[in-house]
């Protein structure tokens, strides 16, 4: 069974994704997801689903949609002073090749840093990418980011881990 | 800490003048400390709901007004709220914020044991404790139940002071909002669904919840969230049928005419709900199983009476506030003047088809979230108006949106238009009325 992609294939997308947020081309970033595609961020440690039980993020390409749209309008007051962040990403690690039937998954872990003017938060984490093929292009069909920290307290988390 | 109220209550009277309120009221620090030992240890406040702790031995700790206490379930099935705090040497019993404690709660430090009740069960060596008069010292007490408990369809309350009014003198008919989102379950009941949103505000916790019953704000700071999705879905055809999220967020950016049409009812004590006549969950999509489910437990006419109440949010003050017609709560927990923790938890309506489940968790996810478009510009504006009041040019907050002078000094409990102030001058009454007592047991 042919894997989704080669494994450099997969990993270049990994490396991608975080540099396209980290540069804001967020309509770029959009482009990486399947017509299907989620990001999801859990609240809770080892989370089942996003549909029975509270979610940091969940967000189907409308949702997302919205939110891009919005950093972009001159309404969003609370970028107005515009927040930036930087993702630092250990090598991702190829946990499934896929196949025709199944998708890549790759384990990335992180550290995320997003700065407002004088506001600075740190987070740490691991983050699932599942891969698939759409015709020529491999697209994002899941992106689950487990925050170490996802069931404190958090301050406005503005950008996309 | 500067004394400029603590013994002065005319002091505290001057900080409201009906139309506009004083900035120290959000900014100072010995208010706040006031605000705890006499407002939020006086007034009834929310702990948890029962579903949190269904079996003998499990807990939930959390802290209030910088209480630490426990909820607890003990043998005999009663639900009990303790202060987490060894008899011993002070120590908190309970480290973690929930899970199941065994027959018996142990101290971490010296192994002081307790029953689920409260009551000091063992000491090690108690020999050395012969003679010392042990029995007879606070210690003998174990872990004190607080003064006054009351729950109400799941939902616990708690007095902190000996002395106060009863739970009924403090909510009145504004109670009838936690009624309405438990008939709302066919079976009467609900549950917690899993762990909650938990949302740092740094902001002083009166602007968030003079936030919930503030109409004048949706169209203008959620005009990027919401007016967003509104423009994404307008070419869309008439008869296409809306994505949840998108019925979620359209009514946010409603006209000023629906905002006042919605109505306010204030209540004594600080309570109050918008959404009398009808609010931004009435345009939801109908859901036929559910409803047939509603008439099959409490006959048609009940139900419909049940469903077409729609409130928006009830403010129970100071300490939560309540989303019935989407079953969201939020919890409001003070830590400084000017940081309050918000924690949104989903209910499940026991006996109700999993779509209303999922319905609660999309609105608590795309409301409450720290990570939620419309909660960052919320969150945005309280924190420029806590920057903000340290302008040294005007000290003084307007809250005067058709305020009557004449009216309201009559008494301000009843219906007023959905876009007036009046639920904030009900806060700020409220408020002034605990805060000019001397903080005693009374």
Same mark, same amino acid.
């Given at each position: ?29 959009? =482009? ?11 609240? /809770? ?22 939110? &891009? ?7 969003? %007051? ?8 930087? %993702? ?5 690690? &190829? =946990? ?11 384990? /990335?872990?992180?550290?995320?840093? =997003? ?13 699932? %990418? ?20 996802? =069931? ?10 | ?36 030992? @006499?407002?939020? @240890? ?30 607890? @379930? ?17 120590? +908190? ?12 709660? @142990? ?98 916790? #009166? ?6 019953? $503030? ?18 879905? +307008? ?6 049928? +809306? ?13 000023? $005419?629906?905002?006042? #049409?919605?109505?306010? #009812? ?56 309540? #989303? ?119």
């Amino acid at each position: 069974m042919s894997p989704v992609a080669g494994d450099q294939e997969l990993i270049d997308l990994v490396y991608a994704e975080a540099r396209l947020i980290d540069e804001k081309r967020l309509e770029e970033w959009y =482009e990486l997801y399947a017509e299907d595609g989620h990001y999801w961020m859990p609240l /809770t440690r080892g989370q089942q689903s996003p549909a029975s039980e509270n979610s940091l993020m969940y967000e189907d390409k409308l949702l997302l949609q919205v939110r &891009i749209r919005r950093l972009a309008s001159a309404n969003a %007051h609370s970028q107005a002073q515009p927040s930036w962040c930087q %993702h630092v990403l250990q090598a991702p690690s &190829i =946990e499934d090749r896929g196949s025709i039937t199944r998708v890549a998954v790759l384990r /990335t872990a992180f550290l995320y840093v =997003e700065s407002r003017r004088d506001d600075q938060q740190v987070y740490a984490g691991v983050a699932w %990418h599942h891969l698939k093929r759409a015709g020529e292009r491999l697209v994002i069909l899941l992106k689950r980011v487990e925050l170490v920290n996802c =069931e404190a307290a958090l301050p406005s988390l503005q950008l996309f881990v | 800490m500067v004394n400029r109220f603590h013994d002065n209550p005319s002091a505290i009277r001057g900080l409201f003048r009906g139309g506009e309120v004083h900035r120290d009221v959000y900014i100072d620090e010995e208010l706040f400390a006031l605000e705890m030992d @006499r407002l939020w @240890r006086t007034g009834w406040v929310y702990v948890g709901h029962d579903s949190q702790v269904p079996a003998p031995g499990d807990y939930y700790a959390t802290e209030i007004a910088g209480q630490p206490l426990l909820m607890i @379930r003990s043998q005999d099935g009663e639900l009990r709220v303790l202060y987490n705090r060894c008899a011993h040497r002070g120590a +908190k019993v309970v480290s973690a914020v929930s899970g199941n404690c065994g027959g018996i709660l @142990r101290c971490p430090y010296h192994g002081w044991t307790y029953r689920l009740d409260g009551t000091l069960r063992t000491v090690p060596l108690r020999a050395g404790y012969a003679g010392t008069g042990l029995e007879e010292s606070s210690a003998a007490l174990g872990l004190a139940a607080v003064p006054a408990l009351a729950v109400h369809r799941g939902f616990v309350f708690v007095r902190l002071s000996r002395e106060g009014r009863t739970f009924r003198e403090y909510f009145g008919d504004s109670i009838s909002s936690i009624d309405n989102l438990a008939d709302r379950s066919p079976s009467g009941r609900l549950e917690i669904v899993g762990a909650p949103l938990r949302y740092l505000h740094e902001c002083n916790w #009166k602007l968030f919840i003079e936030n919930l019953n $503030d109409t004048m704000h949706p169209m203008v700071a959620h005009e990027s969230s919401a007016g967003t999705a509104r423009d994404l879905w +307008k070419n869309q055809p008439a008869e296409a049928r +809306k994505p949840m999220v998108i019925e979620q967020f359209l009514p946010f950016v409603s006209s000023y $005419d629906f905002f006042d #049409k919605m109505g306010v #009812k204030i209540f004594d004590h600080g309570h109050s709900y918008t959404g009398v006549n009808f609010s931004i969950h009435s345009s939801y999509s109908a859901m036929p199983e559910y409803e047939a489910a509603m008439e099959q437990a409490y006959g048609a006419e009940r139900a419909r009476a049940i469903l077409q109440e729609i409130r928006h949010n009830t403010v129970f003050y100071p300490s939560l506030t309540v #989303k019935g017609a989407i079953q969201t709560i939020r919890v409001v927990r003070p830590l400084a003047v000017d940081r309050t923790l918000v924690e949104s938890y989903t209910l499940r309506l026991v006996g109700a088809p999993e779509a209303l489940l999922e319905r609660s968790i999309t609105y608590n996810r795309l409301i409450n979230s720290p990570a939620s478009v419309v909660g960052h510009d919320d969150m945005h504006c309280y924190r420029q108006i806590q920057e903000g009041l340290a302008g040294g040019v005007n000290e003084w907050v307007s809250v005067c949106r058709n305020y009557s002078p004449s009216g309201e000094d009559a008494g301000i409990a009843g219906i007023y238009n959905g876009t007036s102030e009046v639920s904030v001058r009900g806060q700020f009454r409220a408020w002034i009325a605990a805060m000019v007592s001397d903080g005693q047991e009374r």
